[in-house]
């Protein structure tokens, strides 16, 4: 499935450990957001202005308790419609 295609409250998975690229408050840049595999669900959808293309999701992932954390902006290369 396309990523893409998703929309708020489906799941999603972290393809790859995300990390702090700086932007994210109260974290320390190169901080680990979320480990690649990590399960998550979409709360938000929407893409760049000057490059309507290009998509942006807010995820919020969980926790090894399974709590879900904060959202975390991600890039479509960063998820994963299933477990890897």
Do not use: Q
Request: charged residues 30%.
């Amino acid at each position: 499935m396309n990523i893409n295609d998703l929309d708020i409250g489906d799941v999603v998975y972290a393809a790859k450990d995300i990390t702090d690229d700086g932007s994210m408050p109260e974290s320390t840049e190169g901080e680990t957001l979320a480990y690649a595999g990590a399960r998550g669900v979409i709360v938000m959808k929407g893409h760049i202005e000057e490059t309507p293309e290009s998509h942006v999701f807010l995820v919020r992932f969980e926790d090894e308790t399974l709590t879900l954390g904060r959202p975390i902006g991600c890039w479509e290369e960063d998820l994963m419609s299933e477990a890897g």
